[in-house]
């Protein structure tokens, strides 16, 4: 009972998070092997995929052997600031103060950037290399966090894999059927929910770590949910209201 | 600054970035918590009273954090 009540919202967490990073970097890469060529998106790909393996199988065995009160109030607080820092953009972005993101208009940008007159480099194109593998791994860096800090605290870090590769596995496949940027993803919703997970589970092993009674035991995670939850459709009505007494013109769509 | 300074540099960046995008509101966040972890327990609540006043602050803090940020972009923007 405990262990899914801990592996349920960590696999959530992980696939919905990942799921996110990875329709952006796939935008990345897509813009690289369209212009610049697929073995120079591949290989920019691979070697980011390398770097982030590493980072997870080092980093989530050496969390664990870390006092478990310590692990958790860290871990807590970068959880926190993380998934808060999450919600308050979904948020707003909710509310309409700042624009949705657009994968469209980042694959534009992108290829406006990579574009060269000529055909498609056929060899290795160091500039689309470096590209592809600067998108991966910085959009893999957030996965990993929240794969080591979701998985390693609760001793559900295999969980919390399966989710980020499902997730990969998902959009590398609507990326082959398609072969266009996924702009019909949700990712303000999947962002806006990601965040009040990960505050969530910040706020429960803060509490842990402080040897707070929750009421509930492990099912006062759930009770947080709803609290974050709350917070942020409370946050979005306000946002709005400020707007519509303002009488602005709606947000057009980002690249950020 | 060598071209590996400047990458470490850049890398840095982009780690704390992943945490912080609004000084104010992280700032916010990370007082909280240092209050309730270090001043609390001198203050010696009813232990019942612990986990909600935690909670309450947090969930404040995003809404107050949302609507200044909006405030200060609805502002910019006029």
Redesign the interface.
Known sequence: MTDWIHAGPTVLAAFLASFVEFVEAFTIVLAVGTFRGWRSALTGTLAAVGVLVVLVLAGGPALERLPLSALRFSIGLLLLLFGMRWLRKATLRAGGVIALHDESAVFASESLLLREPGNIIPTLDPAGVLTAFNGVLLEGLEVVFIVIAAGAVGHTLLPAVFGASLAGIIVIILGIMFRAPLTLVPENTLKLTVGVLLSAFGTFWIGEALSYPWPGGDLSVIGLIGAFLGSAIVAITVTRGARSSRRLPPSTPTLS | MSVLGRAMRSAIH??LA?????GL??FA??TW?TF??LITPRLRLP??Y??PV??VG??????L???H???R??TR??
Not at chain 2, 18 to 22: T, Y
Request: proline fraction near 0%; charged fraction near 15%; aromatic fraction near 8%.
């Open positions: 982009e780690i992943l945490f912080i995008d609004d509101y992280a966040i990370v918590v309730i972890a232990i019942t612990e986990t935690f909670t947090l969930l404040a803090i995003v809404v954090g949302v609507r940020a909006a405030h972009i609805m923007g006029q």
